[in-house]
Each structure stands twice: as structure tokens, then as C-alpha cells.
């Protein structure tokens, strides 16, 4: 397995990880009260936006040839750093 494949996998399943916590963070946002149910459900279209910039990222690095994809790390890294950060407030949030 290349480096590149071996990163392209390693995000897909922190991907996979990171879809599910989503998916808990809107079964919350619907049980909340409904003054802060629009807050919450505003948390979690921000970060299913976020998804969406992180997986069109990866499929880049994964379009990219094997001289190239090393250019297009630095792009993902900040997409899912931008996505793991936002998760980790929003569980935070969702906690109090």
C-alpha cells in the first residue's frame, strides 16, 4: 500500500467516525428543547457543511497522482482539523 492510499484510508474511516458522532449530535438536537433546538440544529448543518469540504478534499488527494498528493495533505489536514474541532465543540455544547 502507497502512503498516499494508506492516508486516503485512514481518513476514510476517521470519516466513517466522524459521520456517526454527527449522527448522534442530530438525534440530540431533535430531543432538545426547542429554544435550543434551532441553535443546535444551526451546529450541526455547520458541521455537515464541513463534512461535505473534508470529503471533497480527500477525493481530490485521491484523484491526485503520486507525485502530486503530497501538495494536497496540508488542504486536508485543515479541512479535518477545521471538521474535528467543530465536532468537539458541538459534543461539548450538546453536553451542558
Partial sequence: MSAKDAYKVKFQAEIELTQAKLSELKAQAKVSASDVRITYSQMVDDLERKLDATKIKLK?????????????????QAAWTDLETGIG???DKFKT
Wanted: zero cysteines.
Fill in 89 to 91: 465543540k458541538a459534543a
Fill in 60 to 76: 481530490e488527494l485521491g484523484m491526485a497522482s503520486e507525485g502530486a498528493w503530497e501538495h494536497l495533505k496540508d488542504g486536508m
